[in-house]
C-alpha cells in the first residue's frame, strides 16, 4: 500500500525538497500552505516540478479546529511538521505569534495525533538554536540553553514530542537539524542573502550588501540531504531525537569568502566591529557594510553539531561539503540574475 504522508509548510525550502523526496518513493503527498486572500504562487513547488502532483489545503498550525479536521481527512500514515516562523531575529519582534506557531502548532498536532489513535508517525522540525551557547560540537546530549523567543518556543515543541513519545507510545521524533541551506532558501537567511547579494552587485544591481555579525559560526549543510534525514526518523524502528549537521563550523565572514572565491572575486576586509568593510580588490570599492540594526538582541556564537547518532543509526550521510554547497548557491543566483 502506498504511504500517505502530510507535510504542513510544505512551500517552504524543507517542505518542497521532502515533497519532492516522498513523491519519488510512492508516497501521496499533502501538504498545507498559508491562508491568504491573493493567490499564492508556489514557486519552490514549481520549481522543482512537483506542484501538480501535491494535494495542497490551506490551513494554519493555530487553528486547532481546521487542523484536526485536515488530519482526520487526509488519514496520514506520517506527519512531518516543517510550518514555524522560522526567523531567529524575527522571533524578537513577534514573541507571541512565534510562540503560538513554533509551539503551541505542534502540541496541537501531537493532540490530535494522540486522540485518534496515535498510528501516525510524527516528525517534529527540531533546531540547533536549541543549544543556545553550549559548548560545541552539539549532540543528542548537550543541554538545551535557548537564546530567543524563536528557540524557547522550539524547545517546549522539542520537549513535547519526546513526552508524547514516552507517555503515549507515539512514534513520535524530534530532529535537531542544524542551518540546511540551498537556492531554494529564503533571502532573510543570510547565505542566500550573501549569494543574491553578491549577483546583484556583480550585475551593477545593487551597490553594496549589508550585513550583521561576521563572526558567528554556523554549521551550514545542503537542504536536500537534511529532508533525506528526516525521512529516516519516521522508517527508525523507535522514535527518538537525531542531529543532523556536518560536523564543520564556519564563520558568516568564511562565507562571504568561499562565495567571492566561487564568484573569482578578490575581497580584501579592513576595519573593525561596526566599521568593517570589505573592499573589492580589484576596482577598490566597497561592496560590503555593517548594519548594526541587523545584530539580534541576544546572538547564538558558535553552532556546530555532531552527527554521529544518525550516521550510525539512520545510516545518513551528507552529499555536499561546504565549497560546493555556496558554489551551487551561488551559479544558482548568478544564473537567476542574469536571466531577468
Ligand atoms: O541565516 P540566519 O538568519 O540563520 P539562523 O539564525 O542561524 O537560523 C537558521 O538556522 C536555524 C538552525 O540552526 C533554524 F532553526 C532557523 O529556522 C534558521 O533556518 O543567521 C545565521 C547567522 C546568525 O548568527 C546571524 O546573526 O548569520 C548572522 N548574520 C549576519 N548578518 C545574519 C546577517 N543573518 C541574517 N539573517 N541576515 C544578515 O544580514
Redesign the pocket.
Same mark, same amino acid.
Given at each position: 500500500m502506498p504511504k500517505t504522508a502530510l507535510i504542513t509548510g510544505i512551500a517552504g525550502q524543507d517542505g518542497a525538497y521532502l515533497a519532492r523526496l516522498l513523491l519519488e518513493k510512492g508516497y501521496t503527498v499533502h501538504g498545507t500552505t498559508r491562508r491568504s486572500s491573493m493567490p499564492q504562487g508556489h514557486t519552490r513547488l514549481e520549481a522543482l516540478g512537483v506542484i501538480d502532483h501535491l494535494h495542497l489545503h490551506e490551513s494554519e498550525l493555530t487553528e486547532a479546529s481546521n487542523l484536526q479536521r485536515l488530519v482526520g481527512r487526509v488519514a496520514p500514515d506520517e506527519i512531518y511538521n516543517l510550518a514555524?516562523q522560522?526567523? #531567529? +531575529?524575527t522571533s524578537f519582534d513577534v514573541p507571541i505569534y512565534t510562540t503560538d506557531i513554533n509551539a503551541l502548532g505542534p502540541l496541537r498536532l501531537l493532540e490530535i495525533v494522540r486522540t485518534m489513535g496515535g498510528k501516525c508517525r510524527f516528525y517534529q522540525a527540531s533546531?540547533? *538554536?536549541m543549544f543556545g551557547n553550549a559548548p560545541a560540537p552539539q549532540s543528542e546530549e548537550t543541554p538545551l540553553n535557548p537564546r530567543s523567543p524563536?528557540a524557547a518556543a522550539k524547545t517546549l515543541a522539542h520537549h513535547a514530542t519526546l513526552n508524547y513519545a514516552s507517555a503515549f507510545g507515539l512514534h513520535a521524533s524530534s530532529g535537531i @537539524? =542544524? &542551518?540546511h541551506e540551498s537556492p531554494l532558501r529564503g533571502i !532573510? =537567511?543570510?547565505?542566500r542573502?550573501v549569494a543574491r547579494g553578491l549577483a546583484h552587485i556583480a550585475l551593477g544591481r545593487q551597490d553594496k550588501l @549589508? /550585513? !550583521? &555579525? /561576521?563572526d +558567528?559560526v %554556523?554549521d551550514w549543510g545542503y537542504a536536500p540531504d537534511y529532508v533525506e534525514g528526516m525521512w529516516r526518523m519516521l522508517q527508525h524502528d523507535s522514535p527518538r531525537s537525531f542531529v543532523l549537521a556536518t560536523g564543520e563550523g564556519h564563520t #558568516?565572514r568564511d562565507f562571504v569568502e568561499a562565495a567571492c572565491r566561487s564568484m573569482d572575486w578578490s575581497i580584501a576586509w579592513s576595519g573593525e566591529g561596526e566599521h568593517e568593510i570589505a573592499i573589492d580588490t580589484k576596482t577598490g570599492r566597497t561592496i560590503i557594510t555593517i548594519d548594526p540594526q @541587523?545584530y %539580534?538582541p541576544l *546572538?547564538?556564537n558558535k553552532?556546530v553539531g555532531d552527527p554521529s547518532l544518525a550516521e550510525r543509526e539512520l545510516g545518513w550521510t551528507r552529499s555536499v561539503d561546504f565549497a560546493q554547497l555556496v558554489d551551487l548557491m551561488i551559479r544558482h543566483d548568478l544564473h537567476e540574475a542574469t536571466a531577468r
Open positions: 514555524a522560522s526567523h #531567529v +531575529a533546531t540547533s *538554536e524563536y @537539524l =542544524f &542551518n !532573510g =537567511f543570510v547565505t542573502k @549589508l /550585513l !550583521g &555579525n /561576521l +558567528a %554556523r #558568516v @541587523l %539580534r *546572538e547564538v553552532l
